[in-house]
């Protein structure tokens, strides 16, 4: 499992100490891996609106802090690829707590090796539903 980041090499490297991160995260700055999966830059109304910005407010309440750094803009996604490179889960973010579950991401983690596809929710798994997001 690895992570991917559009920040410098060392602000990765300060980012994974400060946080004691426990997965690789690699430094993509020119951001062909993000480009790569269809994540752009997003626009100012939904990457600042008021969903992002009550998520804010809701973690400052809890204590954390809230510092906004690098291009803000900037979509992400979660992706789960299996060994042999076939994606079994895609989610592009709309803005930056737009997430998929926790349990979809393990599903389909523990099903990567197994060949099957896994949809990112509960939603797609429906009928007629989309079956993942690209």
Not at 27 to 49: F, N
Not at 51 to 69: D, E, K, N, T
């Amino acid at each position: 499992m690895y992570a991917v980041a559009f920040e410098a090499p060392e602000r990765v490297r300060a980012y994974i100490r400060a946080n004691r991160i426990g997965i690789p995260i690699l430094a993509d700055p020119e951001r062909r891996v993000y480009r790569a999966y269809g994540l752009g830059r997003g626009p100012w109304w939904c990457i600042y609106g008021a969903r992002v910005l009550w998520g804010c407010l809701q973690r400052i309440v809890r204590g954390a802090r809230v510092r906004p750094h690098g291009d803000t803009l900037q979509r992400g996604g979660d992706f789960v690829i299996d060994a042999a490179g076939a994606v079994r889960l895609a989610h592009v973010g709309k803005d930056p707590f737009d997430r998929p579950p926790v349990d979809a991401l393990l599903r389909a983690v523990r099903h990567a090796g197994g060949g099957t596809a896994v949809p990112a929710t509960d939603a797609d798994a429906a009928p007629g539903g989309a079956g993942g997001r690209g």
